[in-house]
């Protein structure tokens, strides 16, 4: 388990620096979208605070690592796929978005992290155990 710790803190830590970077120098995200920015600063918090928690209380914080990683991705995707801000083609910003390395980057550290807590999960299952809990799951 303390290798699933290092490497959960690893992706967290590498999250949260990808976000701060992106706080620090895209000055559009602040003028065009502040809420965004201020999400993006709760989820650089949440990184942080995972990080201290996954050697304290490592299945309550992989499983908060989990759902805080899940809700970025979907929200980040939501950006690409419905992201129009006000006077600018929708085009024009998945473009923006998609060339952008940082965001990028966050976007692969939340399905890295999402691996590690569901990878975390699956094995204590891996030696046939869950086969037993679907046989179970028929009946």
């Known amino acids: 388990m303390k290798i699933v710790r290092l490497m959960l803190s690893a992706a967290l830590g590498a999250s949260a620096l990808v976000g701060i970077r ?7 995200l602040w003028s065009a979208a502040p809420t965004h920015a201020y999400g993006l ?8 605070a995972l990080i201290v928690t996954v050697w304290e209380v490592t299945r309550l914080s992989i ?5 805080t990683a899940t809700v970025q991705l979907v929200a980040m995707l939501g950006d690409i796929v419905a992201g129009e801000p006000a006077g600018l083609p929708a085009a024009v910003f998945r473009s923006y978005l998609l ?7 966050l976007l692969i550290s ?9 990878g975390s999960w699956a094995l204590p299952h891996r030696h046939g ?6 046989k179970m799951l028929r009946k």
């Open 110 to 118: 939340q399905c890295l992290i999402m691996a590690i807590a569901i």
């Open 63 to 67: 499983l908060g690592a989990l759902l």
């Open 22 to 28: 992106i706080l620090a120098t895209d000055y559009w």
């Open 99 to 105: 060339s952008d390395t940082a965001y990028l980057g």
């Open 41 to 48: 600063t709760a989820f650089v918090a949440l990184d942080f």
């Open 129 to 134: 155990h869950w086969v037993a809990s679907l």
